[in-house]
C-alpha cells in the first residue's frame, strides 16, 4: 500500500536561514507527488507538484526515485513561510485521490 | 465562486449525539472528498466519491461514521454516536476531473466532543 511520511512533526528556524521540509514516500508504480499549504486561518491549497518543477514563493520541491523522497526546500525562510505544511501522492489509476503524510509546522522565528 | 463550503464551522456535542456535517463542492467538480485532521494523525482520508458514488470508503473508521452524496452539489458526513475521540477538524474537498491534480479543500469543521 502506498505510504507518505514527513518525519518532522513541528519544524523551527529563523527568518533567512534555510528550510527543509523531509517527506518520503513508498509505492510501486509511478507516483505523482504534491506540497499543499495551510496558513494560519486559511484553507488548505496546492503549493507546488513535481511535474511542473517550478518554484512557488522560493519553495522548490525535486523528485527523487532513488531515495523515494520529494523534500520542499527554500533557501531563506520567511516570517509568511510559518504555516501546516503536507506532502501528498496521487497514483496511477486512482482518480483524484490523494495520501497525506501526517505534516509538518513550520515556524519560521524573527 | 465561493469555493468549497462546510457546515457548521464549528460544532461542540456530547457524547452519544449525531453529528452531521455538510458540504458544497464547487459546481462542476466531479470527484468530492472528505477528510479528518488531528494532531496525531494530520490529514487522514476518510471516504470519496466521484460523480455522487462512493468509490474508496476504507477510510471510514468504523460503523458510526456514514457518508452521502444525493446529489452533485450536497453531501453529508454524519457520525452516530459521536465519541470524544471523534473530536477533529473534518474537511471536505472536491476536484474538477478524472487525472486533475488539484483539490480544492472547504474551511473545515471543528468538532469537538464532550
Known amino acids: 500500500a502506498q505510504r507518505v511520511t514527513q518525519p518532522e512533526k513541528l519544524l523551527s528556524v529563523f527568518k533567512g536561514a534555510p528550510v527543509e521540509l523531509k517527506c518520503n514516500y513508498s509505492?510501486?508504480?509511478?507516483?505523482?507527488l504534491f506540497w499543499y499549504v495551510q496558513y494560519s486561518r486559511q484553507r488548505l491549497q496546492l503549493l507546488l507538484r513535481h511535474i511542473s518543477r517550478e518554484s512557488i514563493k522560493g519553495f522548490t520541491a525535486d523528485l527523487n526515485k532513488g531515495e523515494t523522497s520529494f523534500h520542499l526546500k527554500k533557501p531563506f525562510a520567511q516570517e509568511e513561510d510559518s504555516a501546516m505544511y503536507y506532502c501528498?501522492?496521487?497514483?496511477?489509476?486512482?482518480?483524484?485521490?490523494?495520501?497525506f503524510g501526517g505534516g509538518t509546522r513550520l515556524m519560521v522565528k524573527p | 465562486d465561493a469555493g468549497v463550503i462546510q457546515s457548521p464551522r464549528h460544532e461542540v456535542t456530547e457524547m452519544g449525539q449525531e453529528v452531521t456535517l455538510r458540504c458544497k463542492p464547487i459546481?462542476?467538480?466531479?470527484?468530492l472528498f472528505w477528510y479528518r485532521q488531528t494532531m496525531m494523525r494530520g490529514l487522514e482520508l476518510l471516504i470519496y466519491?466521484?460523480?455522487?458514488?462512493?468509490?474508496?470508503d476504507s477510510g471510514m473508521p468504523e460503523d458510526r461514521f456514514s457518508a452521502k452524496m444525493p446529489n452533485a452539489s450536497f453531501s453529508t458526513l454524519k457520525i452516530q454516536p459521536s465519541e470524544p475521540r471523534d473530536s477533529a477538524v473534518y474537511f471536505c474537498?472536491?476536484?474538477?476531473?478524472?487525472?486533475?491534480?488539484?483539490?480544492?479543500f472547504g474551511p473545515g469543521t471543528r468538532l469537538t466532543v464532550t
Open positions: 474537498a472536491s476536484s474538477p476531473r478524472f487525472s486533475s491534480y488539484e483539490q480544492y
Open positions: 459546481s462542476g467538480h466531479d470527484y
Open positions: 501528498a501522492l496521487k497514483m496511477n489509476n486512482a482518480g483524484n485521490m490523494l495520501t
Open positions: 466519491f466521484n460523480n455522487n458514488v462512493p468509490i474508496d
Open positions: 509505492y510501486s508504480g509511478s507516483p505523482e
